[in-house]
């Protein structure tokens, strides 16, 4: 196998590099998406920065493009690339669920099946939830505005975890 890495089917030889493909693009754009979210960063730039070394564009009109740019690859990469060969291992049980009664947390203790799907279907859930409220229609009013703002510092403040989590793999 790639990496020292075979899989045990047929299914998972092709499903798993595509999930993982998209999964690593979501990790990638989850940490460029802080740097364009930052806002006391740019700030801090076009203060000093900017002054003193010629950027060459106007940041404060890319910035909030580029976030938007980055956040749809994520939703992108994170709930069609990674999620829909997810679905197939699941749905044709080339990955089963652990079938040890009510523990979903492993801790590092093998294969962790159950508090992948968990982690992967709050995550869909959250990032489905930020795509909607970021839609210009739902934000028009002031109570959808209220809406996309306080789902979007909650889901930021749920997500980043569960992305660590849903990351990790054998404990790892």
């Given at each position: 196998?790639?990496?020292?890495?075979?899989?045990?089917?047929?299914?998972?030889?092709?499903?798993l590099p595509i999930a993982r493909a998209g999964g690593r693009l979501v990790t990638l754009n989850c940490a460029i998406l802080l740097l364009t979210a930052c806002k006391y960063l740019w700030t801090l730039i076009r203060a000093y920065v900017a002054p003193v070394v010629p950027i060459g564009f106007p940041f404060d009109h890319v910035m909030p493009?580029?976030?938007r740019y980055v956040a749809l690859t994520i939703i992108f990469s994170g709930c069609i690339i990674h999620t829909l060969p997810q679905i197939v291992n699941y749905s044709t049980r080339a990955i089963s669920i652990d079938h040890d009664g009510w523990r979903i947390w492993t801790f590092g203790d093998g294969f962790a099946t159950k508090q992948l799907l968990l982690t992967g279907t709050l995550l869909v859930v959250i990032f489905s939830t930020f795509f909607f409220t970021t839609l210009e229609g739902f934000?028009?009013?002031?109570?959808?505005?209220?809406?996309?703002?306080a789902l979007h510092i909650s889901g930021i403040a749920t997500a980043y975890p569960l992305l660590i989590i849903h990351g990790t793999c054998r404990g790892h």
């Open positions: 196998g790639v990496g020292g890495w075979t899989a045990p089917n047929k299914i998972l030889a092709v499903t493009k580029y976030h934000r028009k009013t002031s109570a959808g505005f209220r809406w996309f703002w």
